[in-house]
């Protein structure tokens, strides 16, 4: 089964018609649009980024209803391949992102995706790391229920070990599961900080089974070795009670890291930092403060 990138919904709801039916242990093609849903193209430059419509980002294929799939199931999905497109962006988008307050106005990097490499800047790339961004089936709460913010039915999750090779477990709420994916990535750093990782279309094979009665609390994932990185790498520090506050400071200070050793713009700084940073919660045991640290791979410094 292969289904078109042209069926795709914008808000997650159980009362959506299924665009095709799978039974377990079935493999499917998927293709997904750019999380921009064609707003931006490879030609695009800042000044289009504040017309962005948020009601049309995010937009997933699907649903995919999976047969005998119950609430109280497990849906499992593997994630067999993710052949990314030719071009990505990658973007400040006013209003958006962890350091929003830093970096009001309007910003965008258009990257070449080729030979494994994706070339935010001029001399500047990331590996390609695929990922699906977006991946969730149907809350039984009734609806609609917006695109970006996640929930425990998956959705938005943007977590960067969702690619070739990894497993994702997901809970049934409502029959037939209605599966949808998109937001595909060809990198993305942990935290996706800016808010937009290389933002790219794509073809997913997934895998689809199902385990009766055995719905995880929330998503579980099984990772691939691809997906953590080993290189040296520098961290910078956010420390204090709130882990929300912990990771700007972090960031900011990774940012002026990059920048500073780097001679880049600091908006084009925090870009990279959203395609190929991690931030991690390095202590929440030491009470009042608390450690996000924000790591980069020394290569990404010159």
């Not at 018609?17 to 799978?22: M, N």
């Not at 419509?53 to 999976?66: E, I, K, L, Q, S």
């Not at 929003?100 to 490499?117: K, M, N, Q, Y």
């Not at 089974?209 to 961290?235: F, K, N």
Request: aromatic content about 4%.
């Amino acid at each position: 089964m292969h289904i078109k990138r042209t069926e795709t919904h914008t808000a997650w709801d159980r009362t959506l018609a299924p665009i095709a039916t799978v039974a377990p242990g079935d493999e499917i093609i998927v293709e997904t649009a750019d999380a921009s849903g064609g707003q931006l193209t490879a030609g695009s430059t800042a000044a289009d980024v504040p017309g962005l419509d948020f009601t049309r980002v995010n937009p997933v294929t699907g649903p995919f209803a999976v047969e005998g799939a119950r609430p109280g199931d497990a849906l499992v999905v593997d994630i067999l391949d993710v052949e990314v497109g030719s071009w990505g962006w990658t973007a400040c988008i006013p209003g958006f992102g962890l350091l929003a307050e830093d970096f009001p106005d309007p910003h965008l990097r258009v990257s070449t995706i080729a030979d494994g490499r994706a070339e935010l800047l001029p001399g500047v790339s990331v590996p390609v790391v695929p990922m699906i961004g977006t991946i969730g089936v149907a809350p039984p709460e009734p609806g609609p229920h917006p695109m970006v913010p996640p929930s425990r039915w998956g959705g938005n999750l943007d977590v960067r070990h969702i690619g070739p090779g990894a497993q994702l477990r997901l809970p049934v709420g409502v029959e037939g599961a209605l599966l949808s994916l998109g937001d595909a990535h060809a990198a993305m750093g942990d935290g996706e900080v800016s808010g937009t990782g290389v933002e790219t279309d794509a073809t997913v094979r997934l895998r689809i089974g199902l385990r009766r009665d055995a719905a995880p609390g929330t998503p579980v994932i099984e990772t691939h070795p691809r997906t953590h990185r080993t290189g040296a790498a520098l961290a910078t520090t956010g420390v204090g009670p709130d882990l929300m506050a912990a990771a700007v400071e972090a960031t900011r200070a990774l940012v002026a890291e990059i920048a500073g050793r780097t001679g880049l713009d600091p908006a084009d700084a925090y870009l990279l930092a959203s395609v190929a940073a991690d931030l991690k919660i390095s202590e929440v045991v030491d009470a009042p403060n608390w450690v996000v640290s924000a790591h980069l791979e020394l290569a990404h410094l010159g």
